[in-house]
């Protein structure tokens, strides 16, 4: 059983370019979330999606960024005009039909020069 | 809005020696609780949950968290740690009536587990 996976790790880009960010959650799990980790802080919310259905934004959740599932399967999280302030680990996690745990991926981690 | 609140930052301990981390929530709603740890560069492990029933729950090593509506505390404990503690551990909370399924997570312990 394979976990949560995310691609790449690790993102260095410059100022004013676009990024895009895959998840791919555990087979099976219908709800998936995205969430950012800032240096000295916990995860924050960032939207969550159950099957294709988007269902939740967070306001943290900028005209800059657009998260799809397009399949009900795998998830792009895309930022536009990266700022350096959108420096984070970006965090992907999934839940099965049947529970509410989630369960995380290792993160992608932006760093905006 | 939920939130949650660990006062502790960080919490230096010797080995095999006991340890709490403190995790407080600001509302008395129906909640549902959980432990996260995370290692350096990792994501999140789900170290302990409290749904329903018991009030006291565990983990497979040896850490157990009680949830005290009244309170409104989810303090983890661990009679004796070891070295491989040393992580940091997030406490969050999942309103169980809202139809939401976000987290809110606390801003984080980290644990030091000294030789």
């Known amino acids: 059983d394979t976990g949560v996976s995310q691609d790449p790790r690790h993102k260095i880009t410059k100022r004013g370019q676009n990024v895009t960010f895959r998840c791919d959650p555990i087979s099976e799990h219908n709800r998936l979330y995205w969430y950012r980790q800032t240096l000295g802080q916990g995860p924050e919310f960032l939207t969550y999606?159950?099957?294709?259905?988007?269902?939740?934004k967070s306001r943290l959740l900028s005209d800059r960024f657009s998260a799809e599932r397009p399949k009900g399967s795998f998830s792009t999280l895309e930022i536009q005009r990266t700022e350096q302030g959108d420096s984070a680990m970006y965090l992907c996690a999934s839940s099965p039909r049947d529970g509410v745990e989630a369960f995380f991926g290792q993160g992608t981690r932006l760093t905006v020069v | 809005a939920q939130s949650v609140t660990q006062l502790d930052s960080q919490v230096p301990v010797f080995e095999e020696a006991p340890v709490e981390l403190r995790c407080n929530y600001s509302?008395?709603?129906?909640?549902?609780l959980f432990w996260y740890v995370q290692y350096p560069n990792q994501g999140l492990q789900l170290l302990l949950k409290y749904l329903s029933g018991s009030t006291l729950v565990e983990s497979i090593n040896g850490f157990e968290a009680e949830f005290n509506k009244s309170q409104t505390s989810f303090h983890l404990r661990k009679p004796s740690v070891h070295i491989s503690d040393t992580a940091e551990y997030f406490c969050?909370?999942?309103?169980?009536?809202?139809?939401?399924?976000?987290?809110?997570f606390g801003k984080g312990t980290k644990l030091s587990v000294i030789p």
């Open positions: 999606f159950q099957n294709e259905a988007q269902l939740e």
């Open positions: 969050a909370v999942m309103d169980s009536g809202a139809g939401s399924y976000q987290l809110t």
């Open positions: 509302s008395s709603v129906s909640v549902y």
